[in-house]
């Protein structure tokens, strides 16, 4: 090729980058190069020329314009302060390119001049420069726990030389050097991962986040408040679980024995105005689209004073004096009850009797007849129950009255009678004058004295009319009979 540039006609010979002519030869090593972006890249080059030729310049190019001398790279303004020729004027043509950016992407050629003829020589095809940056591939695209993962280091061109790698999560190093890195997914996989090469640590690529999609784990249930829970008040149970995508429904359900009972729906579930009855365990299921899971249950146990407290007696018939009785007091409370306190109400007033679940008498007599009920108290509160009544009677002869008895009962009525109302005189107190075969009903209160009772006085609490009765039966022997007779005149005698 020959152009005429200023007025001085020059010879150009286009000389091949790895087959010599006449002498003249220009040699690329390599011809391609694949770089990074950032870095800095040397492209290695020699000529040579006949001995009898001295050069006068060299210079590297990109692009020759038609008619037109082409512009050396140190000249151009997007290479100035970048470019750096490594060659001499004798053989090494070498030039430098730091800071590369991807637009230096071209095919670059060197050429000289000699003083023989203005002959200027350039070699072909020359080096084709690739410029490339570092990109983090997935496959595939959307990543479920699990799965199978590839991360590859992506690059436009095959980098020079097979470089390690170098891989990276959320900016901590990872021990692994091939440019894919594959993984079996979990949800501790999840985060930002970057790679670079080796030797160009400071040229990382941008990060990619792994997404890993997973069901609900770690699913519980919080419970507000948190301390005791008492009866009446309000109570929030929330669930909380780990997933992704985000749980997208919450069940509860009440757990009683082997029934699951569904309860609510939503992340909080509230109980306003809790009663005993919603005791239990209750659990959540959190869902999303890959799966659920239940909570562990947690047990809601509602604190409450004493209910539905009551006495029952033992035996459950009829009394006969100089038996056992049992009252056993029994009521429903959470806590359970912690005291116990037994009362015994008559026409003078309220008094405590013992403590305990169970007051037992022994040898029971109709004096210790009488109308009894039971405290049952926790820390929350206290409740009396339904007094039990034990109906009065004078031992024996209503035994005998009922029996048909009359004359013998008739007799040991006036006998009874006429001692109560003697006893009553000689004290100052007005008696009660026993009348017809069914006076032996108000025989206590015409003989009986309240301050004979051996219990404690205490403040007369308030109880529940409704009672029910117990009679007290005696012996059906005659020998019971004569033997009150003779405990009555006795009693005479001696006043």
């Given amino acids: 090729m020959v152009c005429k540039t200023s007025g001085v006609l020059l010879a150009v010979l286009y000389v091949s980058g790895v087959v010599g002519q006449n002498g003249w030869d220009v040699t690329y090593t390599p011809e391609r190069i694949c770089a990074l972006k950032g870095s800095t890249v040397d492209i290695y080059c020699t000529y040579s020329y006949p001995h009898d030729n001295t050069v006068q310049k060299t210079s590297w190019f990109t692009y020759w314009p038609l008619f037109s001398e082409p512009e050396d790279l140190s000249l151009k303004p997007r290479y100035r302060g970048r470019v750096q020729y490594l060659g001499n004027k004798h053989h090494d043509c070498s030039l430098s390119i730091a800071d590369l950016r991807e637009s230096d992407s071209a095919t670059y050629r060197f050429k000289f001049l000699t003083n023989t003829m203005k002959r200027e020589y350039t070699g072909q095809p020359g080096v084709m420069l690739t410029v490339t940056d570092l990109q983090v591939g997935v496959d595939p695209d959307t990543v479920t726990e699990g799965w199978r993962v590839t991360l590859t280091c992506r690059t436009t061109c095959t980098l020079t030389g097979r470089p390690a790698f170098i891989w990276y999560r959320n900016n901590q190093r990872l021990y692994f050097s091939r440019q894919q890195y594959q993984i079996t997914a979990s949800s501790g996989d999840a985060g930002n991962y970057s790679c670079a090469v080796r030797g160009y640590e400071n ?9 890993v999609q997973y069901p609900p ?31 997208q429904s919450y069940t509860w359900f009440e757990k009683t024995g082997a029934v699951n009972s569904e309860r609510g729906t939503g992340e909080s579930y ?3 105005n809790i009663r005993s009855e919603d005791s239990g365990q209750y659990y959540c299921e959190a869902q999303n689209q890959h799966g659920a899971l239940n909570s562990t249950a947690v047990t809601i146990d509602v604190q409450y004073p004493p209910k539905r407290t009551s006495v ?35 026409e003078s007033g309220v008094w405590q009797t013992g403590s305990g679940q169970n007051l037992s008498f022994f040898n029971f007599t109709v004096w210790k007849s009488g109308l009894y009920y039971c405290k049952a108290e926790n820390k929350h509160g206290a409740q009396n129950a339904t007094a039990q009544t034990i109906k009065q009677g004078v031992g024996a002869m209503v035994v005998l009255c009922a029996a048909g008895w009359t004359t013998a009962c008739l007799a040991l009525v006036l006998i009874a009678a006429i001692v109560c109302v003697y006893k009553r005189k000689k004290r100052g107190t007005p008696g009660e004058t026993a009348r017809g075969p069914h006076t032996q009903m108000s025989l206590k209160s015409a003989c009986s004295d309240p301050q004979d009772d051996t219990y404690t006085g205490l403040d007369l609490v308030a109880v529940s009319p409704d009672y029910d009765t117990l009679n007290v039966r005696a012996q059906e022997t005659a020998s019971d009979s004569n033997s009150a007779l003779q405990r009555a005149a006795q009693a005479s005698d001696s006043d």
């Fill in 203 to 211: 040229l990382p690529s941008t990060a990619l986040t792994l997404n």
């Fill in 312 to 346: 029952s007696v033992s035996p459950s018939g009829g009394i006969e004096e100089g038996s056992s009785v049992t009252l056993n007091c029994s009521s429903d409370a959470n806590p359970p009850v912690q005291s116990y306190t037994w009362f015994k109400k008559n």
């Fill in 217 to 247: 784990k770690r699913t519980s249930v919080s419970v507000s408040p948190s301390g005791e829970i008492e009866e009446g008040s309000s109570v929030t149970l929330t669930c909380s679980s780990d997933a992704n995508p985000p749980v």
């Fill in 270 to 272: 509230t109980i306003t």
